[in-house]
């Protein structure tokens, strides 16, 4: 096992509120990264991190912030949940040969819920 | 045009057929390509990576084609743990970017007894 884990896995909130998921790693590696997960559109990335206060936007960063102080945790935030934003989210660890090649290593998952 | 496309499925065969996959990407100037596997409710996790020369993996063999840009996944005599969700994955080129991971939607396997 890669040594990542997610919490919480599972979520129920409201719209309006905000809503923080932290992905925890053991590996000391350098590349964090977000995604979310949804039917018919596979994968897509939220956020990533180079490194321990640099972080960069992926293709669906709209209405999600990240911060990494720790090269272990790295923290998604809805500052505002909206319905759109019901997904599973992973997070995911990449060693520094792994961003040039694509092997990533996931996390189990949060199940958010927004109503 | 989405840039990694599979065929969802689902793709429902017997234990011990043969099955194949294929994904097709849009961006000539990719560079690696991969398989990842991804069971129900889980994490995905890498499968296998394609080469050029194309590769096998014991049941498992991925091909790819750079000219007409896609990459193949064939899985002999399967087994019913072979039950899964079959992701492309493509590594786009960019200058100075770490999201390079393209993930296709995934295809589903049910093999059945």
């Known amino acids: 096992d890669a040594g990542i884990t997610q919490s919480p896995r599972h979520k129920v909130t409201e719209t309006g509120t905000p809503v923080t998921l932290r992905c925890h790693q053991t590996e000391n590696h350098r590349y964090m990264y977000w995604y979310r997960q949804d039917p018919g559109h596979g994968l897509r990335l939220i956020h990533y991190?180079?490194?321990?206060?640099?972080?960069d936007k992926g293709e669906v960063s709209d209405g999600y912030s990240v911060s990494r102080s720790k090269t272990e945790d790295f923290l998604l935030t809805l500052e505002s949940a909206t319905s759109s934003q019901t997904s599973v989210y992973f997070c995911?660890?990449?060693?520094?040969?792994?961003?040039?090649?694509?092997?990533?290593?996931f996390g189990e998952g949060s199940r958010l819920t927004v109503l | 045009r989405k840039e990694v496309e599979q065929d969802p499925g689902p793709f429902n065969v017997p234990e011990g057929a043969t099955v194949a996959f294929n994904c097709t990407y849009s961006n000539s100037a990719s560079q690696s390509f991969f398989w990842y596997r991804q069971d129900c409710r889980k994490e995905p996790k890498l499968l296998m990576s394609?080469?050029?020369s194309g590769n096998e993996d014991g049941r498992f063999t991925a091909q790819l084609n750079r000219a007409s840009q896609y990459i193949s996944l064939l899985i002999r005599d399967s087994k019913l743990s072979d039950s899964a969700t079959y992701l492309c994955?493509?590594?786009?080129?960019?200058?100075?970017?770490?999201?390079?991971?393209?993930f296709g939607p995934g295809t589903s396997l049910s093999v059945i007894p």
């Open positions: 394609v080469y050029s």
């Open positions: 995911a660890i990449g060693t520094a040969q792994g961003v040039n090649t694509g092997e990533l290593f």
């Open positions: 991190s180079y490194g321990v206060k640099d972080t």
């Open positions: 994955v493509v590594n786009r080129a960019r200058k100075t970017s770490y999201d390079k991971v393209i």
